[in-house]
């Protein structure tokens, strides 16, 4: 399942008929089912309004996945940007889980904000406070990465871009950082060269599938 961005105040599903549509495209063909997904935005919902969304969309797949060929028990979240922002949310807070645990075999985490800091200078100061709030003193509680040595160990993929948002691809290092402490063993790490916050989504589908074939390891290796 994709889950894609939108800066938490805008996007939708497809920006047009190629994005973000080709994500989903690709792993339906390489034999899965393949869904494009969204959540509520900001200002009108606020967090964790899109997590919680999130955990709606993993028990809908749950209940319906096999009435498309889908296996419920083999659930994996590729959320970008924004989107991998909620995707962690949902995969670290217990509280916005059901209490059997987030349902999930693994995630992949694209250019996501994992620790809510935003700087006076951060382009996306305002967007970020349209969701997360204004005041401060609730970042803390609200970054998925504090509450990472108490989740679930699921298996995760972080990917970053060599010309990413201003202080995205640190955040992935932070993430990557904090799961390698936890797990005393690294999860999965790419780089993506050459690419930028947007493009690394819009590879998918073309003949630059790196990232693709990568994402197919992942899924069957399990790690």
């Given at each position: 399942?994709?889950?894609?961005?939108?800066?938490?105040?805008?996007?939708?599903?497809?920006?047009?008929?190629?994005?973000?549509?080709?994500?989903?495209?690709?792993?339906?063909?390489?034999?899965?089912?393949?869904?494009?997904?969204?959540?509520?935005?900001?200002?009108?919902?606020?967090?964790?309004?899109?997590?919680?969304?999130?955990?709606?969309?993993?028990?809908?797949?749950?209940?319906?996945?096999?009435?498309?060929?889908?296996?419920?028990?083999?659930?994996?979240?590729?959320?970008?940007?924004?989107?991998?922002?909620?995707?962690?949310?949902?995969?670290?807070?217990?509280?916005?889980?059901?209490?059997?645990?987030?349902?999930?075999?693994g995630m992949v985490l694209m250019s996501?904000?994992?620790?809510?800091?935003?700087?006076?200078?951060?382009?996306?100061?305002?967007?970020?406070?349209?969701?997360?709030?204004?005041?401060?003193?609730?970042?803390?509680?609200?970054?998925?990465?504090?509450?990472?040595?108490?989740?679930?160990?699921?298996?995760?993929?972080?990917?970053?871009?060599?010309?990413?948002?201003?202080?995205?691809?640190?955040?992935?290092?932070?993430?990557?950082?904090?799961?390698?402490?936890?797990?005393?063993?690294?999860?999965?790490?790419?780089?993506?060269?050459?690419?930028?916050?947007?493009?690394?989504?819009?590879?998918?589908?073309?003949?630059?599938?790196?990232?693709?074939?990568?994402?197919?390891?992942?899924?069957?290796?399990?790690?």
């Amino acid at each position: 399942m994709f889950i894609h961005g939108g800066a938490y105040v805008r996007g939708d599903r497809n920006i047009n008929n190629e994005v973000y549509a080709n994500v989903a495209t690709y792993f339906v063909r390489q034999g899965m089912v393949g869904v494009n997904a969204t959540y509520r935005l900001a200002p009108s919902a606020q967090w964790p309004a899109a997590a919680e969304d999130v955990g709606a969309l993993v028990k809908w797949l749950q209940a319906n996945g096999s009435t498309y060929g889908g296996d419920g028990q083999r659930i994996y979240l590729v959320g970008h940007s924004a989107g991998a922002t909620h995707v962690a949310t949902y995969a670290y807070l217990n509280s916005l889980q059901p209490t059997k645990g987030p349902g999930i075999a693994g995630m992949v985490l694209m250019s996501g904000r994992y620790l809510i800091d935003p700087q006076a200078d951060d382009p996306n100061l305002a967007n970020v406070q349209a969701y997360f709030g204004a005041n401060t003193a609730l970042y803390a509680a609200r970054s998925p990465i504090n509450h990472v040595k108490n989740a679930s160990a699921i298996p995760t993929f972080i990917v970053v871009a060599e010309y990413d948002n201003p202080d995205i691809d640190t955040q992935g290092a932070l993430l990557f950082t904090a799961l390698c402490e936890r797990d005393r063993a690294c999860p999965r790490f790419k780089r993506m060269e050459h690419h930028n916050h947007l493009s690394e989504t819009y590879q998918f589908n073309t003949a630059d599938d790196a990232l693709g074939r990568e994402i197919i390891e992942f899924i069957r290796r399990g790690r």
